[in-house]
């Protein structure tokens, strides 16, 4: 089947730290990989997306980098902010169906 | 920059009571979603709606549960009668075409059966 699975939360980092967000997944097609951001009060908004393998997605300095061969899509940013304090969600979508398939959200503080 | 926007964000109701969850899409989309989170869970998909029709549907989306596009602007969920184990978040989505991965999520309502 399809799924996703990531990082536990919640992750408390202080500014200026390093972040890694762990995100694997299963698919049975050839899917496309999504990291969704939600704020506080807001939406779930798109932060980053690859289409396919080896592509890398890059969106206000967060990457990840989609490996084929370790099936996974792992979040990084080298300098974290206060601003970055949100929910991340990784998620797939197989482009020949509707349904994104996401995982459970990591939780990330990052404290002054 | 437009939005998808949900009301209300907080309903609480009664087990076996009905409740409508609203949302306004972007205005130009075509493709209508809600997707649900139980609390430490996943976010799951429950149905996607185009044309004026169901288009894809989980198992989650029984008999139970039913969407309508009842004007030009507006996309709802009803749920005929609640269950304490549909208490979640649940997330409206509109996308603007069949060739358009992504989607645009609203802020959720939270829903809480007693």
């Known amino acids: 089947g399809n799924s996703v699975t990531q990082m536990e939360g919640p992750v408390t980092l202080s500014e200026e730290a390093f972040l890694t967000i762990n995100c694997t997944y299963t698919?049975?097609?050839?899917?496309?990989l999504f990291w969704y951001v939600q704020y506080p009060g807001e939406g779930l908004q798109l932060l980053l997306k690859?289409?396919?393998?080896?592509d890398k997605g890059s969106n206000k300095g967060f990457e990840a980098t989609y490996r084929k061969e370790t099936t996974s899509f792992h979040l990084e940013k080298g300098s974290v902010q206060v601003s970055d304090s949100a929910v991340y969600f990784c998620?797939?979508?197989?482009?020949?169906?509707?349904?994104?398939?996401f995982g459970t959200g990591t939780s990330l503080t990052v404290i002054p | 920059e437009p939005e998808v926007t949900q009301t209300p964000s907080h309903q609480v109701t009664q087990m076996g009571q009905e409740v409508i969850l609203r949302c306004v899409p972007i205005?130009?989309?075509?493709?209508f979603y809600w997707y649900r989170q139980i609390l430490g869970q996943k976010v799951e998909f429950l149905v996607s709606?185009?044309?004026?029709?169901?288009?894809?549907k989980s198992e989650i989306f029984d008999d139970q549960f039913s969407v309508e596009r009842p004007d030009g602007s507006n996309f709802t969920l009803k749920i005929r009668s609640t269950k304490l184990e549909d208490s979640a978040m649940y997330f409206c989505?509109?996308?603007?075409?069949?060739?358009?991965?992504?989607?645009?999520f609203g802020p959720g309502t939270r829903l809480l059966v007693l």
């Open positions: 690859a289409t396919k393998a080896d």
């Open positions: 989505a509109s996308k603007s075409s069949a060739g358009q991965e992504t989607q645009y």
């Open positions: 205005s130009n989309h075509l493709y």
């Open positions: 709606f185009y044309n004026n029709e169901i288009s894809e």
């Open positions: 998620a797939l979508n197989l482009n020949t169906g509707n349904q994104f398939y």
């Open positions: 698919a049975t097609g050839y899917p496309s």
